[in-house]
């Protein structure tokens, strides 16, 4: 099976279910799958350092996002500042993203459970202790922040430059 032949020709923004029937399947044919998951919001260098590193540890990297009712409740009603079908369609023009599913829990405990990834890469601002849903992959890789890259840092950048009524 050639895998980016066979990506180039299907939908690769999938439901939970499917996700887990295409992870099965790829499996099955002898791919290592790897899992890395947030919400993605604004995408950033740091985000897309940690795709082609997750990538580079496998052959199919999917990456889960959390919905946006799950989004609002881990970062506030403010957020998110992209809605979900866009953060899909922006994740999905990466080269190194295989796959997108949303999920809606707090943590991707359950979507976890459900897919049993090869490798499940975070960063190295959870110990490997705080991972949630760890125990559901063959192995867990921590990957280094690029500093000062984060959803956070572009938001107050923002706010600074253009928060003032004289911009």
Known sequence: MNISQDLKN??????RKEMQAEVKKLQKAGKKI????????????GHISLFKKAKSMGDVLIVAI?????LSCLKGQKRPLVCQKDRVEQLLSLKSVDYVVVFGEQTPKEILSELRPDVLVKGKDYKLSEIVGREYAKKVYRFNFIKE????NLINLIVGRYGSKNN
Do not use: E, I, Y
Request: some cysteine; hydrophobic content about 30%.
């Open 10 to 15: 299907q939908n690769r923004a999938l439901t």
């Open 66 to 70: 959390n919905s946006d009712k799950s």
């Open 149 to 152: 890259k984060s959803t956070t």
């Open 34 to 45: 790897v899992f890395t998951n947030g919400c993605f919001d604004l995408l950033h260098l």
